[in-house]
């Protein structure tokens, strides 16, 4: 009995360490400055939405680029979706959880990234998690992963578990976009047997879109395979929204597509690998997201579904964004504030401490306008900034509301 009350006083010793470590790692996220307070919508999303507590906003934080979120066919397909197969699947795919409805997305979403097949996860951060790790662990040893070091968190991370799974696998990391630097990382990997090369199409806290002709020119040079995650440029990107593929005249010739369906294709969740059919078979037999997680619910996909159809019979809201992007930046650069030029829906605006950036989005939202503060560690310490993102269901004079609370910012 004395042992016994000792094992549990030392247990709960063990543990109250345990919490204790939990709430001082909180209090220096506080005393840093970076600990989030999430903000609560009354509203379903768009160009305005209201927030608990602050009241209606013009929303410049969000990836619902072409404003199909709360569009009445997108919510409609969803429903109706929902009604016909239930609110989930039930099991993962290969045992009872693959619905036709997964094989009509998928057909959909292959031909949207101009690639023979398509399969689907529940977010893009696990079809990323699938493709590259997977493709890590075969060919033997000598596989070589090389990411832009701007690229997203899903791809740092997915590479990271890909070492972790196959120890003889190796991965290099070149500077942002320079190209200089990617080919040399390709003739030290020279000895490998199989190199991959990953980037984003666009770069989520830079605005900025990769350089996708010269990548895949030294892809094809030197017999790497190139994956991008495009999660941000379908729908925004190139002549008819079909991404930074289609920007650079490259559409349906880049091995291997990943994305999501969670910003301008409905703005809910799920996302894809979208490829050669023999690579869209491995993930579907090996990938280890697709294997032991349940598959995409109907109601998600029956929203994004409706959204790719949008997105593929009519450019009219891709041309509507790209027109507000341009009226925005034109009038932040009026402003005297630095804006990027490309393509992309996404305008940072460098302020330097994260401590500005996160007073700027505090004053702004004082204003009626919702923008989001990114600091460390989220971007290095010194680059904080605001990013603000455009949407196709901004009307001017939403536009206009922004950019009388930036010229009082």
Not at 363 to 377: A, D, K, M, N, W
Request: charged share 20%; hydrophobic share 45%; proline share 3%.
């Amino acid at each position: 009995m004395h042992e016994r009350s000792t094992t549990i006083a030392w247990m709960e010793m063990v543990m109250a360490t345990f919490w204790h470590a939990v709430d001082k790692d909180l209090e220096a996220l506080r005393a840093a400055g970076q600990y989030k307070h999430l903000k609560t919508l009354r509203q379903p999303m768009g160009a305005e939405s209201e927030i608990e507590g602050v009241g209606k906003v013009v929303v410049l934080c969000s990836n619902d680029y072409l404003g199909l979120a709360n569009h009445p066919e997108v919510v409609s397909a969803a429903i109706d979706a929902q009604k016909r197969w239930g609110a989930g699947t039930g099991s993962v795919r290969f045992i009872c959880g693959t619905f036709d409805y997964h094989h009509a997305i998928e057909r959909q979403i292959a031909e949207l990234s101009g690639t023979e097949a398509a399969t689907s996860y529940v977010s893009c951060w696990n079809a990323n998690e699938a493709v590259i790790a997977t493709l890590m662990t075969i060919g033997g040893d000598g596989v070589t992963a090389i990411s832009d070091e701007l690229n997203h968190a899903s791809i740092i991370d997915a590479i990271r578990l890909g070492r972790q799974i196959n120890k003889a696998s190796k991965s290099a990391v070149y500077k942002h976009s320079n190209m200089e630097d990617l080919e040399a990382k390709l003739k030290d990997s020279a000895a490998a047997p199989c190199r991959i090369v990953i980037t984003d199409g666009v770069f989520s806290m830079e605005g900025d879109i990769a350089k996708l002709d010269r990548i895949h020119a030294l892809c094809l040079a030197y017999g790497a395979m190139l994956i991008v995650d495009d999660s941000h440029g379908v729908g925004v990107c190139g002549p008819t929204g079909k991404g930074v593929a289609e920007h650079y005249g490259l559409f349906g010739r880049i091995d291997c597509m990943t994305g999501t369906l969670g910003k301008a294709l409905g703005g809910a969740a799920g996302g894809y690998v979208a490829s050669r059919a023999n690579l869209i078979d491995l993930m579907v037999q090996k990938s280890r997201p697709q294997i032991f997680s349940n598959a995409l619910p109907p109601g998600t996909a029956g929203a994004a579904s409706k959204a790719i159809e949008i997105l593929m019979r009519d450019t009219t809201r891709v041309e509507k964004l790209r027109t507000n992007v341009r009226y925005m930046r034109e009038g932040l650069k009026k402003l005297g504030f630095e804006a990027v030029e490309g393509p992309s829906a996404i305008t940072p605006i460098i302020l330097g401490q994260t401590s500005k950036a996160i007073a700027a989005s505090k004053r702004l939202l004082e204003l009626g306008v919702f923008v989001i503060g990114f600091g460390y560690p989220v971007v290095p310490e010194g680059v904080a900034r605001l990013r603000v993102q455009i949407s196709a269901a901004h009307e001017r004079e939403h536009l206009d509301r922004a950019l009388d609370a930036f010229k009082k910012l």
